[in-house]
């Protein structure tokens, strides 16, 4: 379990508050940035507003900032309650002001994005490559003189020297 994980199940919402000790702020234990990791991966999982203190798993949403409380609740009271689910799901994912505006999967590298396409290219050209060469063997054959006399008549005497 990571120490985010163990800091959350131990203090709660204190693990993500400054703390002052000795009159001396300090850093939460957990920081905001490891947070919405956490956060992001509860809603990934579905394990977003249940949060079970022995395994570690889920997110409590009385963790959440205040406005990104205050924003779900409004999602959720403009709509009726068969909507209630959808509204909440929509206002976690898209609660960033400013910001993007749903959970989008990784960019990875260009090769990884770009590989369908180029498999289906590949594919593409097999299926014409019998034709393809097929029709270059026969240009190269083409290019050939065709035996007779006259082409070595031609041969011998480009040949000699004279």
């Not at 009159?23 to 234990?29: D, L, M, Y």
């Not at 749903?102 to 960019?107: E, F, V």
Request: charged residues 35%; aromatic residues 4%.
């Amino acid at each position: 379990m990571r120490s985010a994980l163990r800091q959350l199940c131990r203090h709660g919402v204190e693990a993500l508050r400054p703390r002052k000790v000795n009159q001396k702020w300090r850093k939460p234990p957990v920081s905001k940035r490891v947070a919405a990791d956490l956060r992001k991966l509860a809603i990934r999982n579905g394990t977003y507003g249940k949060f079970d203190s022995e395994t570690g798993v889920g997110w409590d949403p009385a963790w959440d900032a205040p406005e990104r409380n205050r924003k779900a609740m409004i999602s959720v009271n403009n709509v009726n309650d068969a909507d209630a689910s959808m509204a909440a799901a929509g206002g976690l994912l898209g609660s960033n002001p400013g910001g993007i505006a749903s959970i989008r999967p990784p960019k990875e590298t260009k090769r990884e994005r770009t590989r369908e396409t180029r498999a289906q290219k590949i594919e593409d050209l097999l299926a014409q490559a019998d034709e393809k060469i097929e029709e270059y063997r026969l240009e190269q054959e083409g290019k050939k003189p065709k035996p007779g006399i006259e082409e070595e008549f031609k041969r011998a005497v480009k040949s000699a020297s004279w």
